[in-house]
C-alpha cells in the first residue's frame, strides 16, 4: 500500500495550493479518504475528508476555502486549498479508511505527508 502526497510548497498568503494523494495497493474506490495536518508543536488535527460515495466533510478552519474530491479512475484524491493563512503552515498528510470518514486519525493507511508554508 502506498500514499504519495504532492503539491505542497511556499505560498504567500491569500495564494492557492492544490495537493493530490496518489494511492497504490488497496481498492481506492473503496475506500473514504482523509487530508489531515500537523503544525509544529501541535496535534495532527482533521482538515477534510471525502467518502467513496463522494460525500465531504470539513474542519471549520477551512470550511469555504478548501475543496477535496477524489478521482477514482486515477486512485487519486485531491485538496483544493484557498485564501491560504499562515497558520495554515504545516505537513499534510492523506490517509485511507474502510469504515467511512472519521475526523480521528484512525485511518487504515497514511502518506509520508508534504508542507505546506504560507508566509510572505
Known amino acids: 500500500v502506498q500514499l504519495v502526497e504532492s503539491g505542497g510548497g511556499l505560498v504567500q498568503p491569500g495564494g492557492s495550493l492544490r495537493l493530490s494523494c496518489a494511492a497504490s495497493?488497496?481498492?481506492?474506490?473503496?475506500?473514504?479518504m482523509g487530508w489531515f495536518r500537523q503544525a509544529p508543536g501541535k496535534e495532527r488535527e482533521f482538515v477534510a475528508g471525502?467518502?467513496?460515495?463522494?460525500?465531504?466533510l470539513y474542519a471549520d478552519s477551512v470550511k469555504g476555502r478548501c475543496t477535496i474530491s477524489r478521482d477514482n479512475a486515477k486512485n487519486t484524491v485531491y485538496l483544493q486549498m484557498n485564501i491560504l493563512k499562515p497558520e495554515d503552515t504545516a505537513v499534510y498528510y492523506c490517509?485511507?479508511?474502510?469504515?467511512?470518514?472519521?475526523?480521528?486519525?484512525?485511518?487504515?493507511?497514511w502518506g509520508q505527508g508534504t508542507q505546506v508554508t504560507v508566509s510572505s
Open positions: 490517509a485511507a479508511r474502510a469504515d467511512g470518514i472519521t475526523v480521528y486519525s484512525h485511518y487504515d493507511y
Open positions: 495497493g488497496f481498492t481506492f474506490s473503496g475506500y473514504a
Open positions: 471525502i467518502s467513496w460515495r463522494g460525500s465531504t
